[in-house]
C-alpha cells in the first residue's frame, strides 16, 4: 500500500520569495507522483505529475518538484510566491496499474503568501 | 467541453435524511471516481465505477452509502440516513477508458453539510 506525507499543514512565505512544499511518500512499486492546487470552495487543479520520465517536472504557474527516489521526496518549488499562489496543494501517489487507477493523498499543505 | 460537472454544490440535510450527489463525467470519460474530503483532512478515495459496473469501492463506508453510474444520465453517491460525521466535501472525477491516474479530471465537489 502507498502514502504519503505532507511535513507542514500551513506554509507561509513572503510575495516574491521561494515556496518550497515537502512531499514523502512511501510505495513498494514504482510510484506516479502527483501535485494538486485547490483554491477556495473549488475542486482541485492539476499542477504537475511524475509518471518516470524525468525526474525533474515542471508544471504550470511556475511550478516544479523533482522527484528523489532516494530520499523517496517529491517536493513542490517555485522560485518567486504571487499572491495568486495562495490555496492549498496536495501530494498524491498512485501505483499507476491499469485497474489501480486511486489516488492516496496528503493531508494538504495550506499556503499564505505575505504581501 | 464542460469539464466534470457535480451537482448540487452545497447541500444541507437533517440527521436521518438521504442525501443524493450527481457526477457527470467530462465527455468521452467513462470511468468515475468519488472522493470524500473531511475538514482538514486530504481527498479519501471512495469507490471507482465504469458504466454499470463498480470496480473497486474499497473506500466506501459498508453501510448506508451506495454508488451507482447508469448506462445513461449521471453517476450518483447515495447516503442513507445521514449523521453529522457524514458533513464533508464529495469529489467527483472522470478519466477515459484505461487511462489510469494520471488524466483524472476532477469537479468542484459537493458540499454536504448534516444539521
Known amino acids: 500500500a502507498q502514502s504519503v506525507t505532507q511535513l507542514g499543514s500551513h506554509v507561509s512565505v513572503s510575495e516574491g520569495a521561494l515556496v518550497l512544499l515537502r512531499c514523502n511518500y512511501s510505495?513498494?512499486?514504482?510510484?506516479?507522483l502527483f501535485w494538486y492546487v485547490q483554491y477556495p470552495n473549488q475542486g482541485l487543479q492539476l499542477l504537475l505529475k511524475?509518471?518516470?520520465?524525468?525526474?525533474l517536472v515542471k508544471g504550470i504557474n511556475g511550478f516544479e518538484a523533482e522527484f528523489k527516489k532516494s530520499e523517496t521526496s517529491f517536493h513542490l518549488t517555485k522560485p518567486s510566491a504571487h499572491m495568486s499562489d495562495a490555496a492549498e496543494y496536495f501530494c498524491?501517489?498512485?501505483?499507476?496499474?491499469?485497474?489501480?487507477?486511486?489516488?492516496?493523498f496528503g493531508t494538504g499543505t495550506r499556503l499564505t503568501i505575505i504581501p | 467541453n464542460a469539464g466534470v460537472m457535480q451537482n448540487p454544490r452545497h447541500l444541507v440535510r437533517r440527521r436521518g435524511q438521504e442525501a443524493r450527489l450527481r457526477c457527470s463525467p467530462m465527455k468521452g470519460h467513462s470511468h468515475v471516481y468519488w472522493y470524500r474530503q473531511l475538514p482538514e483532512e486530504g481527498l479519501k478515495f471512495m469507490v471507482y465505477?465504469?458504466?454499470?459496473?463498480?470496480?473497486?469501492e474499497s473506500g466506501m463506508p459498508k453501510e448506508r452509502f451506495s454508488a451507482e453510474f447508469p448506462k445513461e444520465g449521471p453517476s450518483i453517491l447515495r447516503i442513507q440516513q445521514v449523521v453529522r460525521g457524514d458533513s464533508a466535501a464529495y469529489f467527483c472525477?472522470?478519466?477515459?477508458?484505461?487511462?489510469?491516474?494520471?488524466?483524472?479530471?476532477f469537479g468542484a465537489g459537493s458540499r454536504l453539510t448534516v444539521l
Open positions: 465505477l465504469q458504466k454499470e459496473n463498480i470496480i473497486d
Open positions: 511524475y509518471t518516470s520520465a524525468a525526474t
Open positions: 472525477a472522470s478519466s477515459p477508458q484505461g487511462a489510469g491516474a494520471n488524466v483524472l479530471t
Open positions: 510505495s513498494s512499486v514504482p510510484p506516479y
Open positions: 498524491a501517489v498512485s501505483v499507476g496499474n491499469f485497474g489501480n487507477e486511486k489516488l492516496t
